[in-house]
C-alpha cells in the first residue's frame, strides 16, 4: 500500500455491553450508552479510537425504548435526532449468529470530528505566482446525537405505542408511512438547484443505477467479495420540474448510486442509497457550472511527459463546499505531455499524476482552481528496493510481518511512506519510491507499541535499484 502519509493501521473498536467511559460526549450521554439493554458497540472508522461511536441495543418491549427515549431527551445538546426505519437490523458484529439489533444510538466526539472535517492544509497558487492561498472550507457542524429505531419484523417495538418527548426531532424514513402504496418499496425525493445562484434547475436528470453481480467474466475470484464483484445498471430516472424537484417512486429492495446531470453543470454523484430494507432517500443537492482544467506534465528537467494518467479528486466548490463530482477516469497526456479535463465543477481540485517510474512532485495540499489552462506539473524518477528479511539467526521471521518505509523525523503528514507484508519467504519489491533519505523498519502484526524494531537507513536515487537485507527483532 503506498501512501501519503505516515503507515498507519485504521483500526475499528469494538465491545459488548461493558461499562463505557466518557469520550468528550454531551452531558447525559454515557448514561444512555451504558443502559443494560445494549448487546455491543463499535467505533470509527476514521481514527478507530473513539470519533465515531455506534452503541446497538435490544428490547423486550416498548416501555423499555420509552424508557431510553427520556434518557436520550436529557443529553444536553441543542439538537436530538430520532430517525425510524423499516427493520430488520442485523447485528454486523454478530452477523453469522443473525443476531437482531432494535435501536442505536449513535455520537460522534466533537474535537475529533473538527480535527477530520474542519481542518485543512489544503492551498492553491494565484496563476502567474509563486504565491500561495489557503482554499477556504465552509465549517461542517458536529451531528446531532442520533437514536436510530427498526420496526417491524421480529423487533417488539411497536410504533403507535412510541412515547416522543418533544424536544426530539423526528424523522421517519418508512415509505410506507407516507402512503401504504409506498409499502416494501423505495422512494427518492430530491430538489437541485444552482450553487452560486441558489435558484432551481428544471429539466435535470437523475439516474438509478442498481447493483448487480458482475459477470464471471469480470468477477474477482478471491475469496471475499470486493466492489470489483458488481457492476452498475441503469434501473430508473426521472427529471426536474421548474421549481428543481424530483421523485422516484416503487424503487425495488436493493443497492443504489444516484447520478444527478444538468445540461452546462458538473455532475453529482450522490452517496450510496441503501434500500434492501426500503427506504425514503432525501436530497438537496446544488450543482456548479462545468469547467476544465488543461496543463502540461514534465520531469524534473522541463522535458514533457506522453503516457501520463492525470485525474482529478478531492473538489471543492467555490462556496467552500465538498463537490461530490464523479468522473469516468483519469485522461492521458499526449507526446507534448498536454492533457484536458473537461466537464470539472467551479472550484479547485487536487490532480494526480500516474506514470511508471516516476513520483509526482508536486505538494498533495497543492490543490488547483478550476477553470485554469497552463498548469505545469512535474514528476521526478524514482527507485527500488528489494530484498528479504532476516531474523538475527539469519532465518526467515515467523508469522505475519509489516515491513514500512517512512522519512526521518517527527513530521510524516504529507511524505511519502509504504506499509505492506512481506512474501511467505520473507521478500520484498518497493518500487516507485521518490528520492530521498528513509528509515526501513519491520514488525510482527499483531505487535505492540513497547515493540523497538530495528531501523535501518537508506537513501533512494532516481531510476536505481536497491538489493539488500533487513534485521527483523523477534
Not at 434518557?71 to 454478530?94: Q, S, T, Y
Request: one cysteine or more.
Amino acid at each position: 500500500m503506498l501512501t501519503f502519509a505516515q503507515p498507519a493501521l485504521c483500526l475499528i473498536e469494538v465491545g459488548g455491553n461493558e461499562p463505557i467511559q466518557d469520550h468528550g460526549w454531551p452531558a447525559g450521554s454515557v448514561e444512555l450508552a451504558n443502559l443494560p439493554t445494549r448487546a455491543s458497540w463499535w467505533a470509527g472508522p476514521p481514527f478507530g479510537t473513539g470519533s465515531m461511536y455506534e452503541f446497538q441495543y435490544n428490547c423486550e418491549k416498548t416501555s423499555q425504548f420509552n424508557e431510553a427515549l427520556t434518557a436520550f431527551a436529557a443529553i444536553k445538546a441543542n439538537r436530538l435526532e430520532l430517525v425510524v426505519h423499516n427493520g430488520p437490523k442485523i447485528d454486523w458484529l454478530n452477523r453469522e449468529q443473525q443476531k437482531r439489533i432494535d435501536w442505536t444510538f449513535t455520537i460522534w466526539n466533537p474535537q475529533d470530528w473538527d480535527h477530520l472535517n474542519n481542518t485543512s492544509r489544503a492551498i492553491y497558487r494565484l496563476p502567474d505566482s509563486d504565491i500561495q492561498k489557503p482554499v477556504t472550507r465552509a465549517e461542517k457542524p458536529v451531528p446531532a446525537p442520533k437514536v436510530d429505531v427498526y420496526i417491524g419484523a421480529d423487533c417488539p417495538i411497536v410504533w403507535k405505542e412510541v412515547k416522543i418527548p418533544g424536544k426530539l426531532i423526528v424523522s421517519d424514513k418508512r415509505p410506507g408511512s407516507m402512503d401504504v402504496k409506498f409499502i416494501d418499496t423505495g422512494l427518492i425525493r430530491g430538489k437541485v438547484f444552482e450553487r452560486r445562484t441558489k435558484k432551481p434547475i428544471a429539466a435535470a436528470t437523475i439516474v438509478l443505477l442498481n447493483r448487480v453481480e458482475a459477470t464471471e467474466a469480470n468477477k474477482d475470484q478471491s475469496a471475499t467479495s470486493r466492489s470489483v464483484d458488481y457492476e452498475w445498471k441503469k434501473l430508473m430516472q426521472n427529471t426536474t420540474g421548474a421549481e428543481g424537484s424530483c421523485q422516484i417512486e416503487m424503487i425495488p429492495p436493493g443497492i443504489y448510486k444516484i447520478h444527478i446531470t444538468a445540461e452546462g453543470y458538473a455532475p453529482v454523484e450522490l452517496e450510496t442509497y441503501d434500500n434492501r430494507r426500503p427506504e425514503i432517500y432525501e436530497f438537496e443537492v446544488g450543482l456548479s457550472k462545468a469547467g476544465s482544467i488543461k496543463g502540461i506534465v514534465v520531469d524534473t528537467a522541463g522535458k514533457p511527459l506522453g503516457e501520463v494518467a492525470v485525474s482529478a479528486s478531492d473538489f471543492v466548490g467555490t462556496d467552500g463546499n465538498e463537490y461530490p463530482f464523479w468522473t469516468e477516469s483519469p485522461v492521458v497526456t499526449d507526446k507534448l505531455g498536454r492533457f484536458v479535463i473537461e466537464d470539472l465543477p467551479e472550484g479547485f481540485a487536487s490532480i494526480r499524476c500516474n506514470a511508471a517510474g516516476f513520483h509526482q512532485k508536486n505538494s498533495i495540499f497543492e490543490m488547483y482552481p478550476i477553470p485554469s489552462d497552463k498548469l505545469k506539473l512535474i514528476m521526478e524518477g524514482t527507485g527500488t528496493v528489494r530484498g528479504k528479511v532476516v531474523t538475527e539467526k539469519g532465518k526467515i521471521p515467523s508469522g505475519q510481518i509489516v515491513l514500512e518505509i517512512e522519512t526521518p523525523g517527527e513530521e510524516k503528514i504529507g511524505k511519502w511512506g509504504y506499509s505492506g507484508y512481506l512474501g511467505k519467504d520473507g521478500t520484498f519489491n518497493i518500487s516507485g519510491i521518490p528520492p530521498g533519505e528513509y528509515i526501513i523498519t519491520t514488525r510482527p502484526n499483531p505487535s505492540s507499541a513497547n515493540y523497538k524494531p530495528y531501523k535501518q537507513k537508506i537513501v533512494i536515487e532516481p531510476g536505481k535499484t536497491y538489493e539488500i537485507e533487513i534485521l527483523h527483532v523477534e
